[in-house]
Each structure stands twice: as structure tokens, then as C-alpha cells.
């Protein structure tokens, strides 16, 4: 099915990208810079929770299909980029950080496709690894958003320093952890090529 309650979903999680962006760049005296924070920081949250409710849905309501399967992914890797791309440019997170998270997903992205093509999409089966991994990501980008203190306890700043920085080497690991199981199971499909 093509268009059904959790794909709408999905669709509206693609369509906050540029809302959620655009709110940034929006100057004062329409907004201000704390009130833009506030706004991307809730937008981004509403999306991560969509992510999870579309999901719950389509299992729930038995909608799932092969275009959902593609297209949720789709959806939160590019939340994520567009996420990453503002903050380095907005100096709250660094440059690296981005490359290392952006270019994992392309590269597990073409690696799946490339194991699916071979029938072997269960070599690279999201890992627990990889779901620590995402919600160190989920934690870190609405903390830069936010960029301030929370209730006067928590310097998101430095908080979501930390937990990008930590996703970002969970991002290295995960990575490696799925090329080696990808790499390990082709090796085991050739002739002679071990047990």
C-alpha cells in the first residue's frame, strides 16, 4: 500500500525538514533567537516521536509495506542531516561530527541495498549497537537546539557536546560492526572462502 495512516505520518516528518529549518533563519522581531530554539527544539521532537508512532501504527493497524520499510528510514536520515548541517553552521556542533554521522548513513544505507541485492539483508539487521547509537543522536541534537540552560541544571551546550561526540564514535563502531558482519558473510557465501 502506498499511502495508508503511518506513511501520512512519515510524509509529515519529510515535510517538517524545511519548516524545522526555515524557523533558524527566521529574524527578529518575528522571532527570537531563543523563542527559533525553542521551536526547531519541539519540531525535531514531534519528529522523533512520529518516527516511533508510525511505526507502531502500521505493525498496530497492519499496514506495513515495502514503500513504509523504505521510506521511514529515508525520513530520519535526512531529519538528522538537515539537523546537523544548521547546527554546524549555527557553530554549536563541529564539522567532523557531521561528516562522520552523515557519511555512516550513506554508507550503511548502500550497504544494505548491496546486501539485499545478494539476499543477505540480515547481515546488516539494526544492531543494539546501532540503537544506542541512534538515541545518543536523539538526545544530543534537540540539547543544541535548545542551546541554554534547562531549568537551570543542565548546560545543553555542553550536554549535547557530549552526546554527539558519543554518537558520533558509536556512529565509527557501528559502522565498522556492520561491514565486518556484510564482509563476513560474503566471504562465508564464496567457494573456499571459509565456514
Known amino acids: 500500500m502506498i499511502f495508508n495512516i503511518p506513511i501520512l505520518l512519515t510524509w509529515l516528518r519529510i515535510a517538517a525538514i524545511p519548516l524545522f529549518v526555515a524557523v533558524l533563519y527566521i529574524d527578529e522581531p518575528w522571532l527570537t533567537q531563543r523563542q527559533a530554539n525553542l521551536i ?6 514531534a519528529a522523533a516521536v512520529t518516527d516511533w508512532f508510525d511505526g507502531y501504527l502500521a505493525r498496530r ?13 529515508v525520513a530520519d536520515k535526512l ?3 538537515a539537523a546537523l548541517i544548521v547546527l554546524v553552521e549555527l557553530g554549536r556542533t563541529d564539522a567532523i561530527v557531521a561528516l562522520v554521522i552523515i557519511g555512516r548513513e550513506i554508507t550503511i544505507s548502500a550497504l544494505r541495498e ?8 540480515k547481515s546488516v539487521a539494526v544492531s543494539m549497537l546501532g540503537k544506542i547509537k541512534t538515541v545518543a543522536q536523539l538526545v544530543a541534537i534537540p540539547f543544541l537546539l535548545f ?6 541544571l543542565v548546560d545543553t551546550r555542553i ?3 557530549i552526546f554527539i561526540w558519543a554518537a558520533a564514535i558509536l556512529t565509527l563502531w557501528s559502522m565498522v560492526y556492520y561491514l565486518k558482519a556484510a564482509f563476513q558473510d560474503e566471504r562465508a557465501r564464496k567457494p573456499g572462502g571459509g565456514p
Open 147 to 152: 542551546d541554554g540552560d534547562l531549568f537551570g
Open 159 to 161: 550536554a549535547g557536546r
Open 40 to 45: 526547531s527544539m519541539w519540531i525535531f521532537i
Open 79 to 81: 531529519m538528522v542531516a
Open 114 to 121: 548491496w546486501m539485499a541485492q545478494l539476499g543477505q539483508s
Open 61 to 73: 493497524l497492519n499496514q506495513t509495506s515495502a514503500f513504509g520499510a523504505f521510506l521511514d528510514p
